[in-house]
């Protein structure tokens, strides 16, 4: 791999997500070595993904090059690769580009999409898990409704015009109402030989309401939004299969549909080589000091990570602040292990959660307010925008949002690389 | 294609490029169906593509989406499609999707890189005619510098960081440029274990001048500025072959590269079906109307048209300005063809023409006026910002080209879908 061996400790992480990016950057002014691996040259900000999806936004809103992220940070070694397997027995990470020895490891190598099994769905469907998935579904929805102009058989046109969401999770919720305002304003204009009033936006969900996991309160006032704008909402439904053309229920309605997107479910993106007792729940288990369960120097961080506490039984939620924090955390704790030093558990402060749903409206629950509606959705604009890493990507995307709330636009609905489903 | 049959005359048009949305605009108020077929869904800008690939633009500030150019011309039907061969016997245009009939058809479908006959090199270089093409670029440059990296052979990583550009038209000198900016302000801060200076942009030009086309003046000019940014630049030079490690030169001098950039030559992107006589010197040969040689309801446009004219024996430059003109005069020309009038001959006026070599410096050659350095370089931001199509598109790439400018950055390094060579 080409990196200089040092005297100090070398620390391998793995994954340039939330997790990874803030451990790597508070370990900057430590006495380590810190290598860096990616499958991508860039930092995705997911939560904005499904902007890409829906012609909102460009890649280079919400990617950030790591290398740039790290331009001034002498002790970080960066290489675009693939983590493959861990030889715990040597200390060393196989990668798609070569072997590199650790003395600590942390893997935060975040989520996959969970398809339970469903092999026919998982190839049919789309997902949205990172920047070029989020293309293909902008272009494969583009290209729907290019499909759709071209036949007259009015079942086949309903087919191309009709999407079934599955998982009313946040990136479910967000991105039918994303869909719903593409409908209202953008796709009328784009298609007026079509009649828009036959798209159709389903969004299906197992459990009895949409966010689960946020309040009582903000999952009845998001049904309420969706529904005005016009989304069908399936709850209390499991999806059984889908073979291309219909989605089938467990007893109950089917749906014909050229686009079945799937958001109902992540695993742990687990990499090879630990020992079984390690993995739980599609997770990698790791005590309060996020070290894996077996070892004593490989760590995990973020979704990949299952810390099981007296409060979060089942593990932390898979998301973003969990990630930031055990990161901070664990180079805390590198401090500590490196001076000789007891670490110390980890505690997750829960500052809450959100989700917008088209303009003007979104919900939000923190720690001890909840609220819904325009401020709740200005409080969304807001946190999203200071979030993004880098102040390019701040400007341009607040151009955007500016752009598209009063020109009733979404500008970049460019089909670049055509999709082809497999 | 399910577009519906009306009483009135309907013109076809090939290719939303400047010629197609030139002349498909011009008949928005005249009495006849226009049907426009693109093989994207969105007008490229090509002019600045070359600033695609070098990470300074993303796609959505040059590319526009047709369908939004139109969206209040009623008149007009845009269909996603390729075309194949034209019947000329039935007047029908066959396309991907399927036959389309016309009373009138235009051929504005632009022009295709022109190898000469050079498979090899054909199969292993890169170009950059399209967006999927400048992204391919963009990602194949940043893709040699991770290579690079993990190699500790120096004659290797000589190859991954030699960069050879071929043909020095405007295209090939402002990529140079912005590949000496990226080598001077960007690369060496992004991959410090790198030794930047090892870093070689070389231009071969086959004539014994750069930017041929231009005044004296502005090639001696391009060239001075070339040397001082570092770009060696090899005139009275021509490629024989490229296999994909070294590219051979006639009698001389041979470069060992990863990457070879092909800009040397283009020829008319030829639509099958017309007669063999219709065909000149790999263009469409037409009369002074851009009537089709041999065809009476047949026309060419732009750079797919071959126009003999005494002040041009050979045809018109294959550029944009003669491209809007000859939509716009042939739009006009079927206003009086449709009122049963005569054609009056096409006549072009020549403006001018500049081109940029990094930043501060630029040559423009005007009708009377002829200058370079920072007010051409004004002059020459000014023009490109102004003819991008859509207010949103400007916007964006005025901010990209200040914070650049500013910043001494590049925002958009990142590799989004990695380019595989055959």
Chains 1, 2 share one sequence.
Do not use: C
């Not at 030989?193 to 969900?205: P, T």
């Not at 996020?290 to 070892?295: I, M």
């Amino acid at each position: 791999m080409n990196i200089p061996n040092v005297e100090i400790p070398r620390i391998v992480v793995i994954g340039g997500g939330f997790g990874g990016i803030t451990i790597a950057q508070s370990l900057r002014q430590k006495n380590a070595q810190v290598v860096l691996i990616d499958k991508n040259n860039y930092h995705t900000f997911q939560p904005l993904l499904y902007q890409v999806a829906t012609a909102g936004l460009e890649p280079d809103s919400i990617a950030y090059p790591l290398r740039k992220l790290f331009e001034n940070q002498p002790n970080l070694f960066f290489r675009l690769a693939e983590a493959q397997r861990i030889d715990t027995e040597n200390n060393i990470l196989e990668t798609s580009i070569g072997p590199i020895d650790f003395d600590y490891l942390v893997i935060a190598s975040g989520s996959d999409t969970n398809f339970f099994g469903m092999k026919e769905l998982e190839k049919l469907s789309m997902t949205m898990k990172s920047v070029s998935e989020a293309l293909d579904l902008r272009s494969y929805i583009l290209q729907n409704f290019e499909s759709a102009l071209l036949t007259s058989d009015l079942e086949e046109q309903n087919s191309y015009m009709n999407f079934v969401l599955v998982g009313a999770g946040p990136t479910g919720v967000e991105l039918a109402g994303a869909l719903a305002e593409l409908k209202r304003h953008v796709l009328p204009k784009d298609y007026p030989d079509l009649d828009l009033r036959r798209m159709k936006i389903n969004l299906v969900e197992a459990a009895d309401k949409v966010l689960p996991p946020m309040s009582k309160q903000a999952s009845e006032k998001a049904l309420e939004y969706l529904q005005n704008l016009g989304v069908n909402v399936w709850l209390n439904t499991t999806v059984e299969n889908y073979d291309g053309e219909t989605v089938t229920i467990k007893d109950g309605k089917n749906f014909k549909t050229k686009t079945l997107i799937w958001s109902a479910g992540v695993k742990g993106a687990i990499i090879n080589g630990l020992k079984e007792r390690a993995i739980e729940h599609g997770r990698i288990a790791v005590d309060e000091f996020n070290k894996v369960k077996g070892y004593h120097n490989i760590f995990a961080i973020g979704d990949v990570a299952l810390m099981k506490t007296v409060q979060y039984p089942k593990g932390h939620p898979m998301v973003a602040p969990v990630a930031n924090q055990q990161g901070a955390h664990l180079s805390n704790n590198f401090t500590k292990e490196l001076k000789g030093q007891p670490m110390e558990p980890f505690k997750y402060f829960d500052k809450g959660s959100m989700a917008t749903i088209g303009r003007n409206r979104a919900v939000v629950d923190l720690h001890k307010f909840r609220f819904q509606g325009t401020f709740a959705w200005l409080v969304w604009m807001f946190v999203h925008l200071i979030s993004l890493v880098g102040f390019r990507n701040k400007i341009v995307t607040f151009f955007n949002w500016v752009y598209n709330y009063f020109i009733f636009e979404k500008g970049v609905r460019l089909i670049i690389r055509p999709y082809k489903r497999k």
